[in-house]
């Protein structure tokens, strides 16, 4: 019987039988199950989460030990997709000794199969290291959003001559140190392709265009969760706020009015 389990190994095989790598974000046990069920071949629990569920502001506020907690959830949530953890802010760049002990925390408390790291050439020499420790590292590049600050906020990368040389040069340096993967956020949708050609494993695009060998989006965005402005890369499949609004609504007048509970629902 063939295993349904998505592993590493599958996902580097789908670029050259050229399927299409479906990811999308998940943080806690509900929307872990929800995401793993509907067939998607990697589930990333990522920083996202800030925002999305503890309603910070950026991703910078997010700790090591609040990924841990929510990686834990969606792991028991998760049969068959392959869980990726994001390594939140700080968590891997101090020192190589610093992230090869984050890293193994995400893989043996949160239950993660591989991790992600924002970052090229800078941090190749740690990622190295990961992955030489046997923990499958998926790259990050483009937009990166723990480097907000230093990116001037969150803006279109790869647009200038040699934003795309340093976004090509980083990809192969990601490929060489061993990443199985790399995510490719906000670049113009011929950069995005341009790097996908460039490498033998997958990238996988958040606003860079559909020449990626995949595609993530945050749950959030997809089933209508998002509060405030949904962004340009991102499409909302379902309004599942509006629906649940309407719900909680109902419920409300029904015990107001004295209607709620019902014979049906006493015991």
């Known amino acids: 019987m063939k295993e ?4 590493t190994d599958k996902i580097r095989e789908m670029k050259g039988e050229r399927k299409k790598i479906v990811m999308v974000t998940a943080y806690d046990y509900p929307t872990g199950r929800i995401v793993d069920e509907a067939g998607v071949d990697i589930v990333l629990v990522g920083d996202s989460l800030g925002m999305t569920t503890l309603g910070y502001e950026d991703t910078l506020r997010v700790r090591l030990d609040e990924m841990i907690h929510h990686c834990s959830a969606v792991r028991r949530g998760v049969k068959n997709a392959l869980l990726v953890g994001d390594m939140p802010f700080l968590s891997y760049k101090i020192d190589t000794k610093t992230a090869l002990i984050n890293c193994g925390r995400m893989l043996q408390e949160g239950g993660a199969e591989a991790v992600k790291l924002e970052g090229g050439a800078e941090i190749a020499h740690i990622i190295r290291d990961i992955v030489q420790a046997g923990i499958p590292v998926m790259g990050h590049i483009g937009l990166t959003p723990q480097s907000l600050h230093q990116l001037g906020g969150y803006k279109i990368q790869g647009k200038e ?21 790399i995510v490719i956020e906000a670049v113009p949708r011929d950069v995005g392709e341009k790097i996908t050609r460039s490498v033998k494993i997958p990238t996988i695009g958040i606003g860079a265009g559909k020449g990626c060998d995949g595609q993530v989006l945050v749950f959030t965005d997809i089933v209508g969760l998002t509060f405030g402005k949904v962004p340009k890369l991102a499409k909302k499949y379902a309004d599942l706020g509006a629906i649940a609004g309407e719900a909680i609504k109902k419920f409300a007048s029904e015990v107001r009015e004295g209607t709620f509970p019902d014979e049906e629902h006493s015991y």
């Open 4 to 7: 349904k389990k998505v592993r």
């Open 161 to 181: 001559p040699e934003e795309l040389l340093k976004l090509l040069s980083d990809a192969e340096v990601l490929q060489e140190v061993g990443c199985f993967s």
